[in-house]
Nanobody, 122 residues
Framework: QVQLEESGGGLVQAGGSLRLSCAASGRTFSGSAMGWFRQAPGKERRFVAAISWNGGRTAYTESLKGRFTISRSNAKNTVYLQINILKPEDTAVYFC???????????????WGQGTQVTVSS
């Protein structure tokens, strides 16, 4: 079992940066793949980024590459999402997830956090 708690969201101006954190509890964090998703108002939850258990593999939604960076610290049981050059369309609730790498370069998500709100003003 893994419990996840996101933090670091808030109201920022377009062009600014944020670093979201997701603190995990449970003894399986270091062996889990971790991911970030976001859900904009009125839209479905969508994949943002993922990182393998040892950080050796990362994946991003193509349109977000270059502005979003996922990283993790297994020593701190925390996964991060650095977001630069924020845009109003980045406004969403950001969720972290824990799971495992699956076949075919895919991921299987088992646990979810409650989310943290990011609002970008123009």
């Amino acid at each position: 079992q893994v419990q996840l708690e996101e933090s670091g969201g808030g109201l920022v101006q377009a062009g600014g940066s944020l670093r979201l954190s997701c603190a995990a509890s449970g003894r399986t964090f270091s062996g889990s793949a971790m991911g970030w998703f976001r859900q904009a108002p009125g839209k479905e939850r969508r994949f943002v980024a993922a990182i393998s258990w040892n950080g050796g593999r990362t994946a991003y939604t193509e349109s977000l590459k270059g502005r979003f960076t996922i990283s993790r610290s297994n020593a701190k049981n925390t996964v991060y999402l650095q977001i630069n050059i924020l845009k109003p369309e980045d406004t969403a609730v950001y969720f972290c997830a824990a799971g495992e790498e699956a076949s075919g370069s895919s991921w299987l998500w088992k646990y979810w956090g409650q989310g943290t709100q990011v609002t970008v003003s123009s």
